[in-house]
């Protein structure tokens, strides 16, 4: 796919791996929609991308509130679906709240997104679903039995979607990366020291090749580990 003028939707896009993903699509002459529930990383992240992107302030587990947003940004080649919240800790130590807001950034949203841009893709020539989830969702691991419930959730929906898309003009990837030096940890009141985990622009540089190939190919379970850091994962 030539990414000139390409409409991409990027959920979660206005910091972390969503904003490096923006700036390296930008760079590639892409229109860049990013969609997060925060106005004032949306209006930075603009003001950084310049006039190849627009922002817009919405919760993606919000159906009515996302099909109005699809409604208004209208037709789309690419969807990448990233927005997510970490979770971490024994399922008895999490309060409901946080349970049902893990489900409905990692799970749900990634559903409601889909479905609500699905009618434009299927129109586009070619056109790219990428479900961004984690090494999370193929193995269980301590302390995660939430955060993996998502995003074993994520790779079913990805892998049955797939199969019902597979003779259509839409493409789909699940992309499984490891540790990245992210805020997703901090923002989640638990920090860890990841600042030599992996660069958000170089897993985005490996995105936008993705993206790059042309209908006669499709790289659909991408996994993406990390090498040996000095830090705990």
């Known amino acids: 796919m030539n990414l000139a003028n390409k409409k991409i939707v990027i959920t979660g896009g206005a910091d972390g791996l969503g904003l490096a993903l923006s700036r390296a699509l930008v ?8 969609l997060s529930r925060d106005q004032q990383k949306i209006d930075t992240a603009i003001k950084e991308l310049g006039e190849k992107a627009q922002g817009f302030a919405v919760d993606v587990s919000q159906w009515q509130t996302l099909s109005e947003v699809a409604n208004t940004i209208g037709s789309v080649d690419v969807l990448i679906n990233n927005a997510g919240v970490w979770i971490e800790g024994l399922l008895l130590d999490h309060d409901v709240v946080a349970i049902e ?6 799970l749900k949203g990634v559903i409601f997104a889909t479905k609500a841009f699905l009618p434009t893709l299927s129109k586009a020539s070619e056109s790219h679903i990428i479900n961004i989830s984690s090494t999370s969702g193929l193995k269980g691991r301590n302390g995660q039995a939430v955060y993996a419930a998502t995003k074993f959730g994520v790779q079913g929906f990805t892998e049955s979607l797939k199969l019902d898309l597979e003779k259509t003009n839409i493409k789909v990837t699940g992309f499984y990366p490891g540790g990245m030096n992210t805020q997703l940890f901090a923002k989640a009141g638990t920090p860890k020291d990841n600042q030599d985990w992996m660069d958000t622009a170089k897993v985005a540089e490996i995105l936008v090749f993705m993206l790059e190939r042309d209908l006669s190919m499709v790289m659909d379970h991408v996994v993406l580990n990390k090498r040996q850091t000095k830090t705990s994962n």
């Open 101 to 106: 807001r893990a489900i409905d950034s990692n």
């Open 27 to 34: 760079a590639q002459g892409a229109q860049v929609c990013i």
